[in-house]
């Protein structure tokens, strides 16, 4: 009988223990609001970044050569 008390009182921790694990998950995503303007501006830099290498692409300059122009653009 004390050996089936003591199961049950190592069972009763590690269901305390999981437990407790899980609320601070249920926590952390409560705290993390969701932002929809967060997705439109990683869209926006996206879209930017596809207009910069099709500008490229009209110039033909090579895509590597026009990142190599504009650094010396922006340090000159």
Do not use: T
């Not at 921790?13 to 952390?28: S, Y």
């Not at 705290?31 to 830099?45: I, Q």
Request: with cysteine; aromatic share 12%; proline share 1%.
């Amino acid at each position: 009988m004390e050996n089936l008390s003591r199961k049950q009182q190592l069972q009763q921790k590690d269901l305390v223990k999981k437990m407790g694990k899980e609320e601070g998950k249920f926590i952390i995503q409560k705290r993390e609001v969701f932002d929809p303007s967060a997705k439109l501006n990683d869209m926006k830099f996206y879209m930017a970044y596809l207009e910069w290498h099709k500008e490229c692409k009209a110039q033909e300059i090579g895509y590597y050569d026009s990142g190599q122009l504009q650094d010396r653009v922006i340090f000159e």
